[in-house]
């Protein structure tokens, strides 16, 4: 089965158990949209999974890779991050917060493609 239909079938199951996910995400969040499209010039992107935090008045963004995480996966990310941050959020929310489940990760892979300084991109397994 390809790494493309399983991210397909993790997020479908996602969606169809969408009040118990967000009840493991926490408390506040609201459900913004599934396979969210983000349009640069002529270029389309999608977002897997796109949250509302109302507590820390802040999006969410989840992006899902049925596989080991890969130092472009982060970029991508950190790319709908950006993006949300100067283009969809208001002014006096806080910034995007970004989230990479994956299969696996190397922690160093983490480290040294995300700055030192960073606080809203995550990668768990």
């Known amino acids: 089965m390809s790494k493309v239909l399983q991210e397909k079938i993790l997020e479908n199951r996602l969606i169809e158990h969408l009040e118990k996910f967000l009840l493991e995400l926490g408390r506040g969040f609201a459900f913004v949209g599934r396979q ?6 002529e270029d389309s992107f999608y977002a897997d999974l796109v949250f509302y935090n109302i507590p820390l008045k802040c999006y969410v963004i989840i992006e899902l890779k049925a596989r080991k995480l890969k130092h472009q996966d982060l970029g991508q990310l950190q790319m709908y991050v950006n993006y949300f ?11 995007t917060i970004g989230i990479l489940l994956c299969s696996d990760k190397n922690d160093n892979v983490v480290k040294y493609t995300l700055p030192k300084d960073n606080e809203h991109i995550f990668a768990s397994k």
């Open 36 to 41: 969210y499209r983000l349009t640069l010039s």
């Open 85 to 95: 941050d100067q283009e969809v959020k208001n002014e006096d929310d806080n910034p």
